[in-house]
């Protein structure tokens, strides 16, 4: 038998790493507005699906941002959702997991695996039961379609095409 856990918002974030200029790596979140994690009695990891709001999207800068939420980019007006759903989940050691799933961006669905820690529960102060899991993986920005770029003077281009994700979620079990 199998619970669904609810995904905390306001203790979960999505982080992304791009390499600019050729030279540094800009840093930013998305805010995770809601999802679930699916649990079995031993709390193995079952499944996970996760949505995260394109325009909130942060990278300390607020041009930046802006550029990020426009058509060149998220197109956050016609997108407003990046979402992740898991197909499959494989136990790769205690704890650790392999997780297969489908990553929609800007409308377009594409395979991802996200390499997954989950916790132990945990008591909250007011006696709910928790769990955390940090996922990460690596994709290509042009899979999705964000495809817009500059060159530089210099060679080479203003955005890298990998991005690293990192993905913190605690989620909270359901009240009996």
């Given at each position: ?9 306001s203790?979960t974030?999505?982080?992304?790493a791009?390499?600019h ?13 809601g999802?679930t ?7 193995k990891l ?8 394109t325009?909130s ?5 607020a041009q930046?941002?802006?550029?990020l939420n426009?058509a060149d980019?998220?197109d956050?007006?016609?997108h407003?959702n990046i979402t992740f ?12 997991y392999?997780v ?8 377009e669905?594409k395979p991802v ?15 709910n ?6 996922g990460?993986t690596?994709i ?7 495809v817009?770029?500059q ?7 203003l ?17 009996a």
């Amino acid at each position: 038998m199998s619970q669904i856990w609810n995904i905390d918002p306001s203790h979960t974030s999505l982080e992304f790493a791009v390499r600019h200029m050729m030279i540094s790596t800009v840093r930013g979140s998305f805010k995770v507005s809601g999802g679930t994690v699916e649990l079995d009695d031993q709390s193995k990891l079952l499944g996970v699906e996760a949505t995260i709001e394109t325009a909130s999207i942060n990278t300390k800068d607020a041009q930046r941002d802006g550029h990020l939420n426009a058509a060149d980019f998220f197109d956050s007006a016609t997108h407003p959702n990046i979402t992740f759903k898991s197909t499959n989940v494989q136990a790769s050691g205690d704890n650790n997991y392999k997780v297969e799933g489908h990553l929609t961006i800007r409308g377009e669905t594409k395979p991802v695996i996200l390499e997954v820690e989950t916790s132990q529960q945990a008591k909250d102060p007011w006696g709910n039961t928790k769990i955390a899991a940090s996922g990460t993986t690596k994709i290509s920005r042009k899979e999705w379609g964000l495809v817009w770029n500059q060159a530089l003077e210099t060679g080479g281009v203003l955005v890298g095409d990998e991005v690293k994700i990192t993905l913190d979620v605690q989620a909270a079990a359901p009240k009996a």
